[in-house]
Every structure is written in C-alpha cells, then in structure tokens.
C-alpha cells in the first residue's frame, strides 16, 4: 500500500513559465511534509517543506501548497528554469516515527 | 557543510556474495538512513538507525542487515546478494529523532549483482 504518491512520472515544462508537481498520500498521521530534487548521478537534497498546521509555504521561486482535506500537497516553481531539470520527490513524515515516507518522483524537464 | 560520504560509487558482486555499504556522515546527526532506489518505486527504506548500537526495519529490509557501532558510522549488509538486490543505494543522515528533520543523503552506491 504506497501511502505517498506522485501521480505523474513526467512533466516538461517552457523556460520561464509555472511547473507544478503534485502529490497525494493516504496516511493521516503524516504531519510533515518535504521536497527533495534529485540530479543524475547525486543523492536527493532538500528543497522546501511544510507542516500540516500550515497550507502554505514559499522560498523564492519555490511554494509549496497542502490541502489537508484532500490529502494533497503541490510544489510551484515559477518561474522554471532549465537548471531546475530534476527528479522531485515527496516525502511525508509522522513527526512521532523519525522517518520520512518517499513517493515515486516526478522527472521535471524545463526547456530552454 | 554536512557532508554523507558512501564508501564506493560502482560496485559489481556476484551472487551469493556478502556485500557491506559503508556511510559516513560528519554531523554529529542522531539519525541515519538505508534506501534503495529503484525505476517507477522511488526511494524504500530498508532500515534506519536513531542511536548507536540501535536499528529499525524499515519497508524493505528482508535480504539486508546492518550495523551501527559508532555515530557517524551505518554500514548496510546484504549477506548473500542476489540478482534482484541490484540497485542504487542512498544513504542519509538526520539532526534529532524527529520526522521534521530534513535528511542529508550521500551521492549512492550503484550495487550490480550478476
């Protein structure tokens, strides 16, 4: 049972304009949430985060929305740039549990 | 800077092999993590580890062990690898105990089972 999901593998967007990576998860107890982005050939590296009592959360170009009664959070990069190209993951984390719950990735590629 | 180090970046082993990932982490961090990533299933857990001489099974630990004798130290076992433990694996550190932590990962060891 995968309690956090990245729906889309894909996504290619134009230099400049808005990517907006989703995600879902099941598990109510999560009440952290994190984004990582991943280049070839490197371990992931942080990115923004968001705890359940918020429903938003910026840092320059990057905004990460939840919507706790949907069970779902998106990231907003805007504007994209081609070196923002990466696999994106979503991780969730019960606070209580020490450890965080990754969903599948979204490869973005942002074009010039 | 936190710095993850993994011992090796390649590895080839054949089957039946005992296999031993080493990861370093330089932070003083209480928490360390094992993932394997693999295409279209992200990155799993296998274990991860709050203190020294402590562990927790994570989603996916059947086929591996570990080892945490010193803070900075989280070795991952496989004790007779097999072709489908062929994998990236990621390594990760965390300051405290708490999920809230973002987690600092080393740049991973592609394993190759034959």
């Known amino acids: 049972d995968q309690q956090v999901k990245q729906n889309s593998p894909s996504l290619s967007v134009q230099e400049g304009r808005i990517s907006i990576l989703n995600c879902d998860y099941t598990?109510?107890?999560?009440?952290?949430f994190l984004w990582y982005k991943k280049y070839p050939a490197e371990g992931p590296t942080f990115l923004i985060s968001i705890s359940s009592i918020k429903d938003k959360n910026e840092d320059g170009r990057f905004t990460v929305f939840l919507n706790k009664s949907a069970k779902h959070l998106s990231l907003h990069i805007v504007p994209s740039q081609p070196g923002d190209s990466a696999v994106y993951f979503c991780?969730?984390?019960?606070?209580?549990?020490?450890?965080?719950?990754f969903g599948d990735g979204t490869t973005l590629t942002v074009k010039p | 800077d936190v710095k993850v180090t993994q011992s090796s970046r390649y590895l080839v082993k054949r089957t039946g092999e005992k296999v031993f990932l080493e990861c370093v982490q330089d932070?003083?961090?209480?928490?360390m993590f094992w993932y394997r990533q693999d295409p279209g299933l992200g990155l799993r857990l296998i274990y991860f580890s709050y203190d020294v001489k402590m562990k927790e099974k994570g989603d996916i630990p059947e086929g591996y062990s570990v080892s945490r004798e010193k803070k900075e130290r989280f070795s991952l076992i496989l004790e007779s690898a097999s072709t489908n433990q062929t994998s990236m694996y990621l390594c990760?550190?965390?300051?405290?105990?708490?999920?809230?932590?973002?987690?600092?990962f080393g740049p991973g060891t592609r394993l190759t089972v034959l």
């Open positions: 598990n109510s107890m999560f009440d952290y």
């Open positions: 932070m003083d961090h209480e928490n």
């Open positions: 990760a550190s965390s300051l405290g105990t708490s999920g809230r932590n973002e987690q600092f």
């Open positions: 991780a969730a984390s019960d606070t209580n549990a020490g450890k965080s719950t």
